[in-house]
């Protein structure tokens, strides 16, 4: 508890540092760190070359990272019956547990450890950006319910920007080598995590009047610290930084990165002084304290006695008996009845199509430059592209489709078919490459898969409701992996190696003769991204069913529950 009336500084500063503001703020550092797998291709190199593994065993490394990365129902689990504090403490465990014993594996400290070893390693180490999402993410938007697209375009705007952030910190902490990348995301992200432990909690709902020019002024630091690392990425690629400049740049990244908390000190500021003119006595910062006081519990159980006794009635029945008997939408569902709902499997259709395809995409990005004869350095500016322009998908999917939705009341799945039409586009413009295409097709796919992925979490929120949106958060992108497997794996790889081996008889030699296939031409893409453009268009058509099915849900207040909640709570 804190106190407002009085206190002087300390108590201002007990207020900031307990505020919903400073807690949101704490939750975009813990985001910003959380975005490790997004560096394997920078030291995967060096695990390739270090173990003596060849592309077939780090591609199955890659898999396992992605398995770990995108797999987060225990997450989700755990958070449902454990404080947030121990979901961060298991989070930060598991990313320095995972990523210091590849980095000792591969700087030799400890023994050679044997390929499932290392796979368990990463998959540890990746599975622990759930925890990260599931303890800041989640918290937040239940904090901040009746802006929720917004928070989660902004959340996973930092997510997208983490590993570009990072890299502009391990060129100024440790230079050059790769490796000691690997030692700077197993313990940066863990320290990020345990410094704000306890700042990250659930509290009480409440209306401030500055909320959304608080979220638009996060939205205009966060878009100046992307274009800054789009421009340094580029300059990077182009000219040798020195130790020196690099270090200017790692300062300039984190001045952005820290800014947005002059504006929490503002904020709470405002706050105090409102505070100590209107309430001269002593009253509490509204924070839901995990044990609340005999008084108010008697107050909440006099009030809310129906409503409690509803939700006692719902929890005691039998989960099957209620299964395929789902409330409202917008309503609490139980994990099971969203699961089996048909909303639920259309939005896992939709991903495995559109999320699926898009990390086929990105994957692939560096054959693609490869076989349409681009350089080096212009296929790391396709992959800074991916980059940046998936942040930008993820932060204006939740500022536009709020504002969409807000202004005209259109559902937010179709905001989400868009983004579908947009990624299959750029898998067109692959399949069928014209002079400076594939920059477009960077552009497209990358911000399509921000914005579904964004989106994603959106839809699930509000129409399962957030009782139980930890583990339905998690469950949303189950489909990714998948999608990423079939698509990749068994589309993409296989028909790339067939074309590349058809190559390889044209000129007369056998498979076993070269060691690496490798396919030239406009040829090898056509196929396999034409079926990428196609799965991308029938999950648009998957996605339509849910905008016919939602469209009258989204033509009410969708937020009106929360509103009316913090109204009593004023």
């Given at each position: 508890?804190?106190?407002?009336?009085g206190?002087?500084c300390?108590?201002f500063v007990?207020?900031?540092?307990?505020g919903?503001w400073?807690?949101?703020?704490?939750?975009?550092l813990?985001?910003?760190?959380?975005?490790?797998?997004?560096?394997?291709?920078?030291?995967?190199?060096?695990?390739?070359?270090t173990?003596?593994?060849?592309?077939?065993?780090?591609?199955l490394?890659?898999?396992c990272?992605?398995?770990?990365?995108?797999?987060?129902v225990?997450s989700?689990?755990i958070?449902e019956?454990?404080?947030t504090?121990?979901?961060?403490?298991?989070?930060?465990?598991?990313n320095?547990?995972g990523?210091?014993?590849?980095w000792?594996?591969i700087?030799?400290?400890i023994?050679?450890?044997?390929?499932?070893q290392?796979?368990v390693?990463?998959?540890?180490?990746?599975?622990?950006?759930?925890?990260?999402n599931?303890?800041?993410?989640v918290?937040?938007?239940?904090?901040?319910?009746e802006?929720?697209?917004?928070m989660?375009?902004l959340?996973?705007?930092f997510v997208?920007?983490?590993g570009a952030?990072?890299?502009?910190?391990?060129?100024?902490i440790?230079?050059?080598?790769?490796?000691?990348l690997?030692?700077?995301?197993?313990w940066?992200?863990?320290?990020i995590?345990?410094?704000?432990v306890?700042?990250?909690r659930?509290?009480k709902?409440?209306?401030?009047?500055?909320e959304?020019k608080?979220?638009?002024?996060?939205?205009?630091i966060?878009?100046?610290?992307a274009?800054?690392i789009?421009?340094?990425t580029?300059?990077?690629?182009?000219v040798s930084?020195?130790?020196?400049?690099?270090?200017v740049?790692?300062v300039?990244?984190?001045f952005?990165?820290?800014l947005?908390l002059?504006?929490?000190?503002?904020?709470?500021?405002?706050?105090?002084?409102?505070?100590?003119?209107?309430?001269?006595?002593?009253?509490?910062?509204?924070?839901?304290?995990?044990?609340?006081?005999?008084?108010?519990?008697?107050?909440?159980?006099?009030?809310?006695?129906?409503?409690?006794?509803?939700n006692?009635?719902?929890?005691?029945?039998s989960?099957c008996?209620?299964?395929?008997?789902?409330?409202e939408?917008?309503?609490?569902?139980?994990i099971?009845?969203?699961?089996?709902s048909?909303?639920?499997?259309?939005l896992?259709?939709?991903?495995?199509?559109g999320?699926?395809?898009?990390?086929?995409?990105?994957?692939?990005l560096?054959?693609?430059?490869?076989?349409?004869g681009y350089?080096?350095?212009?296929?790391?500016?396709f992959?800074?592209l991916?980059?940046?322009w998936?942040?930008?998908?993820?932060?204006?999917?939740?500022?536009?489709?709020?504002?969409i939705?807000?202004?005209?009341?259109?559902?937010?799945?179709v905001?989400?078919?868009?983004s579908l039409?947009?990624?299959?586009?750029g898998?067109?413009?692959?399949a069928f490459?014209a002079?400076?295409?594939v920059?477009?097709a960077?552009?497209?796919?990358?911000f399509?898969?921000?914005?579904?992925?964004?989106?994603?979490?959106?839809v699930?929120s509000?129409?399962?409701?957030?009782?139980?949106?930890?583990?339905?958060?998690?469950?949303?992108?189950?489909?990714?992996?998948?999608?990423s497997?079939?698509?990749?794996?068994?589309?993409v790889?296989?028909?790339?190696?067939e074309?590349a081996?058809?190559?390889?008889?044209?000129?007369?030699?056998?498979?076993?003769?070269?060691?690496?296939?490798?396919?030239?031409?406009r040829?090898?893409?056509?196929?396999?991204f034409?079926?990428?453009?196609?799965?991308n268009?029938?999950?648009?058509l998957?996605?339509?069913?849910?905008v016919?099915?939602?469209?009258k849900?989204?033509?009410?207040n969708?937020?009106?529950?929360?509103?009316?909640?913090?109204?009593?709570?004023?």
């Open positions: 508890m804190a106190t407002t009336g206190g002087g300390c108590g007990l207020q900031v540092l307990q919903r400073f807690m949101m703020f704490a939750s975009f813990i985001m910003a760190g959380s975005g490790a797998t997004y560096l394997f291709g920078v030291y995967s190199e060096d695990i390739k070359s173990l003596g593994y060849d592309q077939s065993t780090l591609n490394l890659s898999s990272k992605d398995l770990g990365a995108n797999v987060g225990l989700g689990l958070a019956v454990a404080p504090w121990l979901v961060l403490l298991i989070g930060s465990a598991m320095f547990t990523y210091f014993l590849i000792l594996a700087t030799r400290r023994p050679r450890p044997a390929v499932w290392m796979c390693y990463i998959c540890i180490g990746a599975n622990s950006q759930n925890f990260a599931t303890g800041a993410l918290t937040c938007v239940k904090n901040f319910p802006n929720r697209g917004i989660i375009g959340m996973k705007g997208g920007l983490s952030m990072m890299t502009q910190l391990y060129y100024a440790y230079g050059d080598d790769s490796k000691f690997i030692l700077l995301i197993a940066l992200p863990a320290v995590s345990i410094f704000f306890y700042t990250i659930k509290m709902l409440s209306t401030h009047p500055n959304l608080v979220f638009y002024e996060y939205l205009a966060t878009v100046l610290l274009l800054l789009l421009a340094l580029i300059s990077q690629e182009q930084f020195s130790h020196a400049a690099s270090a740049s790692a300039a990244v984190c952005l990165t820290f947005p002059g504006i929490v000190v503002r904020e709470e500021w405002a706050t105090w002084k409102q505070s100590k003119t209107q309430q001269p006595t002593t009253t509490t910062v509204g924070v839901a304290d995990d044990a609340s006081s005999p008084a108010r519990d008697l107050e909440i159980h006099a009030t809310d006695q129906p409503k409690q006794e509803e006692d009635n719902t929890d005691d029945a989960c008996a209620n299964v395929f008997k789902p409330p939408r917008g309503a609490d569902y139980t099971m009845q969203a699961l089996l048909l909303d639920m499997i259309t896992f259709v939709a991903t495995f199509c999320l699926g395809s898009s990390l086929a995409v990105m994957d692939n560096g054959q693609i430059g490869e076989s349409l350089p080096q350095h212009t296929i790391s500016t992959v800074s991916v980059s940046v998936n942040y930008f998908g993820r932060v204006f999917a939740g500022f536009i489709s709020e504002i939705y807000e202004k005209w009341k259109v559902p937010r799945p905001i989400m078919m868009l039409v947009l990624s299959g586009v898998d067109l413009l692959v490459p002079p400076g295409s920059y477009v960077s552009l497209l796919i990358g399509s898969y921000g914005a579904q992925l964004t989106l994603i979490f959106i699930i509000e129409l399962f409701g957030l009782k139980y949106y930890s583990t339905l958060f998690n469950c949303g992108q189950l489909a990714s992996p998948l999608g497997y079939i698509l990749n794996v068994l589309v790889g296989r028909l790339y190696d074309e081996t058809r190559q390889l008889a044209a000129r007369g030699l056998t498979r076993s003769a070269q060691k690496e296939l490798t396919c030239i031409g040829q090898c893409y056509r196929t396999s034409s079926i990428l453009g196609g799965v268009v029938f999950g648009a998957v996605l339509l069913v849910l016919i099915r939602t469209r849900y989204y033509q009410g969708i937020y009106r529950r929360y509103r009316d909640q913090m109204a009593e709570n004023e």
